[in-house]
């Protein structure tokens, strides 16, 4: 019932910069948790970074200092800004909300994944 759509990967030479986007819509009455999770080949999925409804924000060890998320409520879309990017930064990025629905039930919801690749 809720659809998450991702955009902004791309192919980026070491020390690019890169901003993913993802959109929320459906019968969404609450978004907590908004958050943006890689995979890259061989790897188990890792928690990149992650803002709650109150604004507080935590990022894996290996991007602090280089990416920020950001979220804006009035359209449902959470942000990734990655700079000085790595060629270890490239991975399948997902965006993931968690919430309520209008009718009061709780939702967990996944993007379809954006590639990021960066080169050295």
């Known amino acids: 019932q809720v659809q998450l759509v991702e955009s902004g990967g791309g192919l980026v030479q070491a020390g690019g910069s890169l901003r993913l986007s993802c959109a929320a819509s459906g019968s969404i009455f609450r978004i907590n948790a908004m958050a943006w999770y890689r995979q890259a080949p061989g790897k188990q999925r890792e928690l990149v970074a992650g803002?709650?409804?109150?604004?507080?924000?935590n990022y894996v060890d290996s991007t602090k200092g280089r990416f920020t998320i950001s979220r804006d409520n009035a359209k449902n879309t959470v942000y990734l800004q990655m700079n000085s990017l790595k060629p270890e930064d490239t991975a399948v990025y997902y965006c993931n909300m968690s919430g309520l629905l209008t009718g009061g039930l709780r939702y967990t919801s996944w993007g379809q994944g954006t590639q990021v690749t960066v080169s050295s």
């Open positions: 803002i709650t409804s109150g604004g507080d924000t």
